[in-house]
T-cell receptor, first 113, second 115 residues
Framework: EAQVTQNPRYLITVTGKKLTVTCSQN?????MSWYRQDPGLGLRQIYY???????DKGDVPEGYKVSRKEKRNFPLILESPSPNQTSLYFC????????????FGPGTRLTVL | GENVEQHPSTLSVQEGDSAVIKCTYS??????FPWYKQELGKRPQLIID?????GEKKDQRIAVTLNKTAKHFSLHITETQPEDSAVYFC??????????????FGGGTRLMVKP
């Protein structure tokens, strides 16, 4: 089954404690991206990757890092989380040239205390 | 960069009526316009999309229209059903060789279909 998976689905942490949210897709997609969703602000792109070892900033990259060492995985790293990073995070993937995000992961609800 | 505005933010209709959600975009170079449906607690799902070389696209009860001159596009849902209740997002992709599939999203419309 074609899918995008994320882990963990829910996470409560404290300010400053490094964390990683994993994202994996099994469709051999070149393009992967991370979004955060906040009430009233819609979906805002954090980072995207057009292929292995190719990543770039989206609209709201501050406080986040990503890596793309393998085609299927695109982890989101928060080196020193802060309360303003409390949000719902979605990973997405698609083939390049298909237009836009075709498949979203199930979401990770992060709370930073 | 691209800016997408979406209206209305909430929309309540009676079952069987039509619903229309409108979006405007700022970058005339945008050439791809998808719509996503997000049910409560679920992930966004692509429901329909349109490219700038066509003016309208239909898929059963949903349709999208695009006016490139005015830089706006709309989602039309006919014969609405309670299961259409969700938040709908429009998005636009500016043509940029270096940005791949990067999308800019509108703020969302919460559609409520009353039985």
């Amino acid at each position: 089954e074609a899918q995008v998976t994320q882990n963990p689905r829910y996470l409560i942490t404290v300010t400053g404690k490094k964390l990683t949210v994993t994202c994996s897709q099994n469709m051999n997609h070149e393009y992967m991206s991370w979004y955060r969703q906040d009430p009233g602000l819609g979906l805002r792109q954090i980072y995207y990757s057009m292929n292995v070892e190719v990543t770039d900033k989206g609209d709201v990259p501050e406080g986040y890092k990503v890596s793309r060492k393998e085609k299927r995985n695109f982890p989101l790293i928060l080196e020193s989380p802060s309360p303003n990073q409390t949000s719902l995070y979605f990973c997405a993937s698609s083939s390049l040239g298909t237009g836009g995000e075709k498949f979203f992961g199930p979401g990770t609800r992060l709370t930073v205390l | 960069g691209e800016n997408v505005e979406q209206h209305p933010s909430t929309l309540s209709v009676q079952e069987g009526d039509s619903a229309v959600i409108k979006c405007t975009y700022s970058d005339s170079a945008s050439n791809y316009f998808p719509w996503y449906k997000q049910e409560l607690g679920k992930r966004p799902q692509l429901i329909i999309d349109i490219r700038s070389n066509v003016g309208e696209k239909k898929d059963q009860r949903i349709a999208v229209t695009l006016n490139k001159t005015a830089k706006h596009f709309s989602l039309h849902i006919t014969e609405t059903q309670p299961e259409d209740s969700a938040v709908y997002f429009c998005a636009a992709r500016p043509y940029n060789n270096n940005a791949g599939n990067m999308l800019t999203f509108g703020g969302g419309t919460r559609l409520m279909v009353k039985p």
